[in-house]
């Protein structure tokens, strides 16, 4: 059915402080992915309309708000998502598939990045060396980066944008920003509450269609300085390459290949419901989802036989369903993916302990995967290398701690990676050793607003959240200032 709701009345890009309806060529579809129904119909744009959004904030950027309009913008847009929660949790379930009580957690996440950055836009103030080398007085300022450009992927259709929108904003950059196609709507309802609040023209500006040929402009335009960007690691490198003739700042948010690690002294119980917790999220489709579950022998069976008990009862539906705990895959390519990591599992000796195959997505249109447990997974196979992104917990085992930190470090990602011990010292040791940019200590929870997050190695570069997740949009000037 398609969707109808007032913060959808206009499903167009934005620039100038307006949506703009364009007469396009073609439309794209976006699909509720639990029954595969049209949800709306939108225009497939391009360069000409990326270059116009462009414009429209490179034209803003004459004209930087103070630090006082940035806060106060950044409290109103939380204010805003706060009263509008039900109708954005509604939009985001429908377009992403995730349970509704996980999307009403998305739209307080989404308001946490903007209550976080206000906190830290008076830290932008402009600064003075206390000492005065050569004689002079050094100020410091943070000058906005320039226009900056946020893309974002679809498991997180207003909170991935929410992220890097509020550190552009209160960091004075105006932006340009390239939802998913596959989740737009959400970034629609959001850019409505936008113009609520009539922010300047060429503030915040939208544009959405053919993905490459729109990055391919924000890349190479020179009024761009910063592209923030979370995807696949294998278009964080693309756009990294067509950023370096422009010597562009890039935060990147890539792929991950989390570990979990179960050592024999830990609390199996509280480890069985961290990992429940984390593992099917958004039915598992998100990048700090644990890919790897690697126990400690002597554990290995009874913590995989609490897990079997605890997946074996997930009920899995639709996301609008309040019974449900594990939506649909985003689409038949997700479905697919992961039906080719736990075939290739089994194949290779691994054992299904719930779950396992599917010959077609349950319930016929819409793109469900049974969640599964697997036991015998071994480092070389397919699910233990790529990112699994479903209902999946793969379970291998470790011989001592050198062998858990060198299978967990033996992958080119560096997102997030759990331990669980009661030996406070080991878990210390541990995380010093692992190449990982969020490691949770006997707890799986994943980034919060306050803290900075991001991935070393090919996870990607920068961070976003807290302080730091401003500071990617900021642009430090030194003045030195000679006095009569
Ligand atoms: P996924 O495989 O999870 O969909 P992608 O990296 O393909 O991840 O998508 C993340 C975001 O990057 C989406 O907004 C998508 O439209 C966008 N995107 C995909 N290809 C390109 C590209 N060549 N240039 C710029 N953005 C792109």
Redesign the pocket.
Known sequence: MPIDHPLLTERHASWAGAFQPRPALRTFTVRDPASGAALAELPELGAAEAQLAVDSAAAALAQPPTLGERRRWLLEIAAELRAERDALAAIITAENGKPLAEAQGEVDYAAGFFEEAARHVESLAPTELPSRPRGLRWRIHHRPAGVAAL????NFPLAMLAKKLAGALAAGCPSVA?????TPLSCIALFSLLHRLRLPPGTVNLVFGR??E???VLCERPEVRVVS????T???K??AAQCAPGVKRLALELGGNAPFLVFEDADLELAARELLANKFRCAGQTCVCANRVLVAEPVAEAFAERVRVAVAALVVGPGCDPETDVGPLIDRRGFDKVQRLVTDALAGGARALVGGPAPEPIGGAGCFFPPTVIVGVTPSMRCAREETFGPVVPIGTFRDEAEAVRASNDTEYGLAAYVFTRDAERAERVAARLRFGHVGLNTATGPTPEAPFGGMGQSGLGREGGLDGVLEFVELQTCPVAED
């Open positions: 893309i974002t992927p679809w390239k939802p998913a196609e596959l993905a490459a729109i990055g391919r960007f979370t995807g696949s294998a278009v964080g693309l756009l």
